[in-house]
């Protein structure tokens, strides 16, 4: 849709073809149902946190940046408001108004909208010798085809002197994203890279987090672990769950989990439920609680430091009787008991399913897609935006902000192209 926008900006003819009944459909479903538009932190923080090839989107988040975006949809009547962790949601907090202004944005433009017309393949043909596009690096990629227009499932083809390939991933195929993108640049020469979801709940093989289920933790911090070395950490968020763990925490962790799980290793998740106070610190809490329902069992002395529905779980994993009264605890199970509340391990079997996933990690390899403009570094005319392309990011606004850089982009310079060839 910004793809769109842009190239209807810079004069071009545009036909925006939607396989699903409506356009927009996993915008309106993003930060649940507030759509996050993005996140109004620098440009190097945003970029820090575009865990996959945030490199690559130097160029067009500098040319459409976060302030950009947040104008956009403020000249298109969607007044914001920036929340905790700088995220910016429109102040309405309904993702279909988001949608509505890209709507009449481009209605405004003349683009022409098709609904359920799904594209099956992208037409190109081979350049004449004379007209191949000169390798980036010696030795390197040429332009040897150029786009001609794209087939339909009903066996129409529409002709066009530049098509922008923003299909989605693979994740949340019932918004229309369901990884048809991929085999079409592949039959193109691209390539795409492993396929993994990202920003996915984890499902472990303990099962005490059903348990737990519903609860949310503020406040604490996770580390992955892969073959037992800690690979990440993260402070925020958490939700225990029937199959495991998710919550933004979990999301954040799971791309680097899923390709941990991929290769084949052992991966274990700890959760430290007080971060803030040291090992000394923790005990002398908990001596203190202790000291208070000294006259109650260890059940009964722990609910001003953790929640209800925890308490026997830790006490468990902590291998405490429950119903021990307070007085009877023993030094080193009282040393027990404050390392398993900072290091409750839990093992990853699987992540949730792709359909499951927020964002797709993987896709069409940016070694082959122009940084500044999207185009193909190996079919003229043809480029790129979105999750289709191998880049994701961590929660928080940035993946609809690389959505909404690389589309402008794309729909720039393929405009630009298209106005150059008359």
Same mark, same amino acid.
């Given at each position: 849709m910004m793809a769109a926008v842009k190239a209807a900006e810079y004069g071009a003819e545009v036909l925006l073809l939607e396989r699903m009944d409506r356009v927009g459909r996993k915008m309106s479903i993003t930060g649940k149902g507030r759509?996050?538009?993005?996140n109004a932190a620098d440009l190097q923080e945003i970029l820090s946190n575009i865990q996959g090839n945030g490199a690559f989107l130097n160029s067009s988040l500098r040319a459409f940046d976060q302030q950009d975006v947040i104008r956009f949809f403020e000249e298109a009547g969607v007044p914001t408001k920036v929340e905790r962790g700088n995220r910016v949601f429109p102040r309405s907090d309904k993702a279909a108004d988001v949608v509505q202004a890209m709507l009449e944005r481009l209605h405004l433009l003349g683009v022409k909208i098709r609904t359920k017309a799904r594209v099956t393949a992208l037409w190109a043909e081979a350049l004449p010798r004379e007209s191949e596009g000169s390798p980036t690096k010696p030795g390197k990629m040429r332009q040897t085809q150029a786009i001609c227009g794209v087939r339909l499932e009903d066996g129409t083809v529409e002709s066009a002197d530049a098509v922008i390939l923003a299909v989605g991933g693979a994740s949340y195929p019932g918004t229309g994203s369901s990884g048809d993108g991929y085999p079409m640049a592949e039959r193109l020469g691209h390539t795409v890279t492993k396929l993994l979801p990202a920003l996915v709940p984890l499902e472990t093989e303990e099962e005490w987090p059903k348990e737990a289920q +519903? /609860?949310?933790? &503020? #406040?604490v911090k996770v580390a992955l672990f892969s073959e037992?070395?800690? /690979?990440?950490?993260l402070f925020g968020e958490m939700l225990f769950t029937h199959f495991g763990v998710s919550g933004p925490l979990i999301l954040s962790l799971s791309r680097r989990a899923a390709q941990e799980l991929d290769a084949g290793h052992f991966v274990e998740v700890s959760i430290n439920l007080k971060p803030a106070l040291t090992p000394e610190q923790l005990d002398a809490r908990i001596c203190r609680d202790f000291g208070k329902y000294i006259r109650k069992?260890?059940? #009964?002395g722990l609910h001003d430091l953790l929640p209800g529905k925890l308490i026997p779980i830790v006490l468990d994993l902590a291998y405490l009787d429950a119903d021990k009264p307070i007085h009877q605890i023993t030094?080193?199970? &009282? &040393? &027990? %008991?404050?390392?398993?509340?900072?290091?409750?391990? %839990?093992t990853i079997s699987r992540t949730r399913p792709m359909a499951e996933a927020i964002v797709t990690s993987g896709g069409i390899s940016v070694k082959e897609i122009q940084p500044k403009t999207m185009e193909s570094k190996l079919v003229k005319g043809l480029y790129f935006a979105g999750e289709v392309v191998?880049?994701?990011?961590?929660? +928080?606004?940035?993946? %609809?902000?690389?959505?909404?850089s690389m589309g402008a982009a794309a729909g720039q310079w393929s405009a630009m192209e298209g106005v150059q060839n008359g």
């Open positions: 759509c996050n538009i993005t +519903g /609860l949310s933790l &503020r #406040n037992g070395k800690r /690979l990440q950490e069992q260890a059940k #009964n030094q080193e199970e &009282r &040393r &027990r %008991l404050g390392e398993t509340i900072q290091h409750m391990t %839990l191998d880049v994701d990011a961590f929660t +928080g606004g940035y993946n %609809l902000q690389a959505a909404f």
